[in-house]
């Protein structure tokens, strides 16, 4: 359930509700501390932080150099010492260098300090392909942190969720990674409530009641998950659609309460098959609903390869007519 003590709304896109989000928490909490590269006088390379270093300043919206690792062992540092750091990757494809950073110490620290330091620290990184952009732009890969004990994993899919959920993420007292998909950064827009707004971590969103199968997505699969479904529904298939908002915890209770419901599912997420939480949410019906299933349970997702470059990115990535045809599988089986 969203919390928030302001009736009045904007309309935003996502991209905009990421700057509100920040804008917010920064005006609510003197700790909270933008950091690098380009994110201050630039804006940021997506300007999802735009206009908040004329607002706040250059000591709480800092530009770093070219260096992933320093940037996240700075922000650990700072977290260490107090403040709530919000350090952005400019692409999930770069997070790689500051990788030992984030689950070498970020995800210890409470464990390693016996609790006597926490890690206050909020990962923000665009994820995800569809933009044409090459090598090392288009990456999908949750996973890896989603493994990780000590993080928290977060991917919204709408503007309202993104500053709801970024708000949660920020006053967490242990790290986050927060994944924005970039794919639909200005693809539509909705209503935002203004001021203090929070979306709890860990509590999945269902975006579709239905009654024949349940498809379980995230991010930017969100959407045409969903416009698969309604095809679907226009051809009797009644699907239930679970955006699962946190990765890391999963709202486990959400995932197996939709599955005794429907008794057949699928899991749709561009990252790789291979390693993906489709196999992981896959493992969970096992062990906890095996008795309700009818079906095999279809993961419809990227493919074992890098992310390729333009003529195939649209083929890699799960379409709505991919999706549907997945779900008619599960559906007749």
């Not at 300090?113 to 620290?121: A, D, I, L, Q, S």
């Amino acid at each position: 359930m969203s919390t928030d003590t302001d009736t009045d709304t904007q309309n935003l896109t996502l991209v905009q509700a990421v700057r509100d989000g920040l804008r917010t928490e920064m005006e609510r909490d003197d700790d909270v501390i933008v950091l690098g590269e380009d994110v201050a006088k630039n804006g940021g390379v997506f300007r999802a932080t735009e206009g908040l270093y004329e607002e706040f300043g250059d000591d709480r919206v800092i530009d770093t150099p070219l260096a992933e690792s320093g940037i996240v062992g700075t922000s650990i540092g700072m977290a260490a010492y107090g403040l709530r750091p919000v350090p952005e990757i400019q692409f999930m494809g770069f997070i790689y260098p500051a990788f030992d950073q984030i689950v070498s110490h970020a995800a210890r620290l409470r464990t390693r300090t016996r609790g006597r330091f926490t890690c206050p620290m909020v990962v923000r990184a665009p994820y995800g392909g569809g933009i044409r952009a090459p090598e090392h732009h288009s990456e999908s890969k949750e996973a890896f942190f989603v493994h990780e004990p000590g993080l928290k994993v977060v991917i919204p899919s709408t503007p309202a969720d993104t500053k709801g959920l970024l708000a949660s993420a920020i006053r967490d007292p242990d790290p986050v990674v927060f994944l924005e998909p970039k794919l639909i950064y200005r693809a539509f827009r909705e209503e935002v409530p203004t001021g203090d707004h929070t979306v709890p971590l860990g509590e999945a969103a269902v975006r579709r009641e239905g009654s024949d199968v349940s498809v379980y997505t995230w991010g930017a699969m969100t959407r045409p998950t969903l416009e698969a479904a309604e095809t679907l529904a226009d051809a009797g298939v009644d699907p239930e659609v679970i955006d699962l908002r946190t990765l890391s915890p999963l709202d486990r209770e959400t995932i197996v309460d939709s599955f005794e419901k429907t008794g057949r599912a699928a899991v749709v997420h561009e990252a790789p098959k291979t390693g993906g939480l489709g196999g992981e949410i896959t493992a969970i019906l096992q062990e906890e609903a095996l008795l309700y299933q009818e079906a095999p349970i279809e993961r419809i997702t990227g493919f074992d390869t890098p992310v390729p470059l333009y003529a195939l990115e649209d083929y890699y990535l799960p379409s709505p007519t991919r999706i549907e045809d997945g779900i008619r599988e599960v559906v007749e089986f």
